[in-house]
């Protein structure tokens, strides 16, 4: 392959005027990190970022540079002198590369060094006249071409790219503070932790676990889930807050009608995530709820179990259609894990009919049935807390306990 280096775009983040330091130091960070081990040297100016390649496999490059937030696009570059004869040789080379049929295409120019003795339109019709004469599959479309070469003249040197490709987007994770993810075993959740690092915030996970009522392979789930995730993390590492749901999972059960079950299981899990958000300071707290797919997320529903906590609550799914989650879910490698059949404490037992437009006052009432106010707190000094990377080995399967046995063996040893 010709390609000698990629170049890097950073999109939104050239309109953050003042905070722009800030934004770029933590791109720059995350950047450095995940090409760790590769044998690259990445180059950094004011506007953009060109990785060389060193001889290095680009494909190992890209799929690393697809975990940074934070960048708009990138594209593969053959870099070469600004002496036009060089320009039009490599031009013709790459070219010859990418182009195996009959194809359309178009040269276009940007100068940004200015003291350059010819003007852009002047470098183009020399570099498309050269290629045409000498490669016979190649036909000028400049309204609709199939190909177009793309020519940087700056700083002495000639960067010329046919590709342009779309990254990740958003902002460097971790410049928007650092939010709560309420993570299940599904679907949904993964996805709203991944768009929330997408927009900049870093994120810890909060699991309610219910072992025995759920099996232990359920919390082995969000362990291998959270690797996933970690790929996009700082450090390749996110912390784990698994909490013991069983007591309050029974008195559930025991205690509010069958309709209000999930209703009220999810008031119990605001409570608990704020006062753990506050503690992990967390400024938000993240879920996979999207408006309208099940009963708990109607906006009903939304609205009585909200109204426990006046923490902010993100749903980065809201509008999204499933359709599109199982889209971005496939994309980060997440919904074959997913979709693996074991239940969380949220589908073990569902109600036959659940309230889809539940009222407040009725949930308060159903609530005074039992203590969970000492429940709660409970629930929350117990937290087991873990940090996992992207390469951890934990199987929490494996050793056939219940999840808290096990995390408080691990911390033993």
Same mark, same amino acid.
């Given at each position: 392959?010709?390609?000698?280096?990629?170049?890097?775009? *950073?999109?939104?983040?050239?309109?953050?005027?003042?905070?722009?330091?800030? *934004?770029?130091?933590?791109?720059?960070?995350?950047?450095?990190?995940?090409?760790?081990?590769?044998?690259?040297?990445?180059?950094?100016?004011?506007?953009?970022? *060109?990785?060389?390649?060193?001889?290095?496999?680009?494909?190992?490059?890209?799929?690393?540079?697809?975990?940074?937030?934070?960048?708009?696009?990138?594209?593969?570059?053959?870099?070469?002198?600004?002496?036009?004869?060089?320009?039009?040789?490599?031009?013709?080379?790459?070219?010859?590369?990418?182009?195996?049929?009959?194809?359309?295409?178009?040269?276009?120019?940007?100068?940004?060094?200015?003291?350059?003795?010819?003007?852009?339109?002047?470098?183009?019709?020399?570099?498309?006249?050269?290629?045409?004469?000498?490669?016979?599959?190649?036909?000028?479309?400049?309204?609709?071409?199939?190909?177009?070469?793309?020519?940087?003249?700056?700083?002495?040197?000639?960067?010329?790219?046919?590709?342009?490709?779309?990254?990740?987007?958003?902002?460097?994770?971790?410049?928007?503070?650092?939010?709560?993810?309420?993570?299940?075993?599904?679907?949904?959740?993964?996805?709203?932790?991944?768009?929330?690092?997408?927009?900049?915030?870093?994120?810890?996970?909060?699991?309610?676990?219910?072992?025995?009522?759920?099996?232990?392979?359920?919390?082995?789930?969000?362990?291998?889930?959270?690797?996933?995730?970690?790929?996009?993390?700082?450090?390749?590492?996110?912390?784990?807050?698994?909490?013991?749901?069983?007591?309050?999972?029974?008195?559930?059960?025991?205690?509010?009608?069958?309709?209000?079950?999930?209703?009220?299981?999810?008031?119990?899990?605001?409570?608990?995530?704020?006062?753990?958000?506050?503690?992990?300071?967390?400024?938000?707290?993240?879920?996979?709820?999207?408006?309208?797919?099940?009963?708990?997320?109607?906006?009903?529903?939304?609205?009585?179990?909200?109204?426990?906590?006046?923490?902010?609550?993100?749903?980065?799914?809201?509008?999204?259609?499933?359709?599109?989650?199982?889209?971005?879910?496939?994309?980060?490698?997440?919904?074959?894990?997913?979709?693996?059949?074991?239940?969380?404490?949220?589908?073990?037992?569902?109600?036959?009919?659940?309230?889809?437009?539940?009222?407040?006052?009725?949930?308060?009432? *159903?609530?005074?049935?039992?203590?969970?106010?000492?429940?709660?707190?409970?629930?929350?000094?117990?937290?087991?807390?873990?940090?996992?990377?992207?390469?951890?080995?934990?199987?929490?399967?494996?050793?056939?306990?219940?999840?808290?046995?096990?995390?408080?063996?691990?911390?033993?040893?």
């Amino acid at each position: 392959m010709i390609y000698n280096q990629i170049l890097v775009r *950073f999109g939104d983040l050239t309109l953050k005027g003042k905070n722009q330091k800030v *934004f770029l130091k933590t791109l720059y960070k995350l950047m450095d990190e995940k090409m760790e081990g590769l044998n690259v040297y990445v180059e950094r100016t004011h506007d953009r970022i *060109f990785i060389h390649l060193n001889d290095e496999d680009v494909n190992k490059v890209i799929e690393r540079l697809n975990l940074v937030s934070g960048i708009s696009s990138y594209s593969l570059v053959v870099k070469c002198s600004d002496d036009l004869n060089d320009i039009k040789e490599t031009a013709l080379k790459l070219m010859q590369e990418v182009v195996k049929k009959k194809t359309t295409f178009k040269v276009n120019t940007k100068r940004a060094d200015k003291n350059y003795p010819m003007h852009s339109l002047e470098i183009t019709k020399h570099v498309s006249g050269y290629v045409l004469s000498h490669n016979s599959d190649l036909v000028v479309d400049v309204h609709n071409p199939e190909v177009e070469l793309n020519l940087e003249i700056r700083g002495g040197a000639c960067y010329l790219f046919n590709t342009n490709i779309r990254a990740m987007g958003g902002f460097p994770v971790g410049v928007a503070g650092k939010g709560l993810l309420m993570l299940s075993g599904g679907i949904d959740s993964p996805v709203a932790g991944y768009l929330a690092m997408k927009q900049g915030i870093e994120i810890e996970c909060i699991h309610f676990e219910s072992t025995p009522l759920t099996s232990i392979e359920s919390a082995q789930k969000v362990v291998d889930l959270v690797k996933k995730m970690a790929k996009y993390a700082p450090g390749n590492k996110i912390n784990v807050h698994f909490i013991p749901f069983k007591e309050l999972h029974m008195a559930l059960l025991d205690n509010v009608p069958e309709s209000y079950n999930i209703t009220i299981m999810r008031r119990m899990m605001y409570r608990i995530a704020t006062k753990l958000a506050i503690k992990q300071n967390c400024l938000a707290i993240i879920n996979g709820e999207s408006v309208g797919q099940v009963a708990s997320q109607t906006l009903g529903s939304m609205n009585t179990i909200n109204s426990v906590t006046n923490y902010p609550i993100l749903r980065p799914l809201c509008t999204y259609d499933k359709i599109d989650i199982m889209n971005i879910s496939r994309k980060i490698d997440c919904y074959d894990l997913s979709i693996k059949p074991f239940e969380d404490c949220c589908t073990v037992y569902v109600p036959k009919a659940p309230a889809t437009s539940p009222k407040k006052e009725k949930a308060e009432l *159903f609530e005074k049935s039992f203590d969970y106010e000492t429940m709660v707190d409970m629930a929350v000094e117990n937290v087991n807390s873990i940090t996992i990377s992207a390469d951890s080995n934990l199987d929490l399967s494996m050793l056939g306990l219940e999840v808290r046995e096990v995390l408080n063996e691990i911390k033993q040893k």
